[in-house]
């Protein structure tokens, strides 16, 4: 059974950081490329950070790709998104995602989804 557990997330002041992790398991993890979206009520998940299977290869949305970064740990079945100078327009649920498709996870289709993590935002 694949599992895909979000942490890291909390309340912080605009120009604060955070780090959200997400433990994988029940997958051969680096068969698989991941990714990172967001969530606001009422609204469609937006993919925020996508990396492939090695890590060697990412991308970031432009609202975000000066302040986050996505890496992984393919000994510990780690993702991470490492965010800095957040901004009240980041409070948002946020989703982990895997596929063994790169192109599923950029197009927002992954086949697994984690629970998410709220990060909020105060101005």
């Known amino acids: 059974q694949v599992q895909m557990v979000e942490s890291g997330g909390g309340l912080v002041q605009a120009g604060g950081s955070l780090t959200l992790s997400c433990a994988v398991s029940?997958?051969?993890?680096?068969?698989?490329?991941l990714g990172w979206f967001r969530q606001a009520p009422g609204k469609g998940r937006q993919g925020v950070a996508f990396?492939?299977?090695?890590?060697?290869?990412?991308h970031l949305i432009d609202s975000v790709k000066d302040r986050f970064t996505i890496s992984r740990d393919n000994t510990k079945n780690m993702l991470y998104l490492h965010m800095n100078n957040l901004e009240p327009e980041d409070s948002d649920m946020y989703y982990c995602?895997?596929?063994?498709?790169?192109?599923?996870?950029?197009?927002?289709?992954?086949?697994?989804w984690g629970q998410g993590t709220e990060v909020t935002v105060s101005s």
């Open positions: 995602a895997a596929d063994r498709s790169w192109g599923a996870v950029v197009r927002g289709t992954p086949t697994y």
């Open positions: 990396i492939n299977y090695t890590g060697r290869s990412s």
């Open positions: 029940g997958l051969t993890f680096d068969d698989y490329a």
